[in-house]
């Protein structure tokens, strides 16, 4: 297992209180949160994201900063453990590379749909106007392009709500 560095990264997220107010997340090189940075988690419920990644330097990456940012992360890195984890646990959304080693992201997001309500992005290197239109009828809500806009991505899953677990 390697150490995660991260470099001085900001973010911002908008919180809802108006368009204009944006919160600035920063992590240091330890991976800590500063600067009076409000979580996800200060909303409410947080987001249960999966991300699915093969490449593992981007995977924990992403996850060490979605958690920074208050939200419930799961990883998987193919196909098969992405489904499992599906099984396995209640999601809000999937954010997803499209090439995997034993499958491919339209499928874990297609057959993830087919148990769950749940949104779907595609993180994806694939940039072409048939890439952007197989995603969308695999069942992604929105297709991102590599290198990642943390930001973007940022304001999207703000724009997600969590849904309700029902108890029995």
């Known amino acids: 297992m390697f150490k995660l560095l991260f470099h ?8 809802g209180v108006s368009e204009s107010q944006k919160i600035a997340v920063i992590t240091e090189n330890n ?23 093969d490449h593992a330097d981007t995977l924990q990456t992403l996850a060490g900063l979605l958690v920074n940012c208050g939200y419930d992360i799961s990883t998987a890195d193919c196909t098969r453990k992405a489904l499992k984890t599906v099984e396995e646990k209640q999601f809000d959304v999937i954010l997803s590379d499209i090439d995997l080693p034993d499958g491919t992201g339209y499928d ?18 694939l940039d072409g106007s048939e890439d952007f239109r197989r995603s969308k009828k695999a069942g992604f809500d929105f297709h991102l392009i590599k290198p990642l806009d943390f930001p973007e991505l940022c304001t999207i899953l703000h724009g997600f709500e969590p849904l309700a677990i029902a108890v029995a």
């Open 108 to 125: 874990v997001i297609s057959q993830a749909k087919r148990t769950q309500t749940l949104k779907g992005v595609a993180i994806s290197g």
């Open 31 to 53: 991976g800590q949160q500063t600067n009076g940075v409000i979580p996800a988690s200060a909303r409410g419920v947080p987001l249960r994201i999966l991300i699915v990644e």
């Open 8 to 15: 001085r990264i900001a973010a911002c997220l908008k919180l």
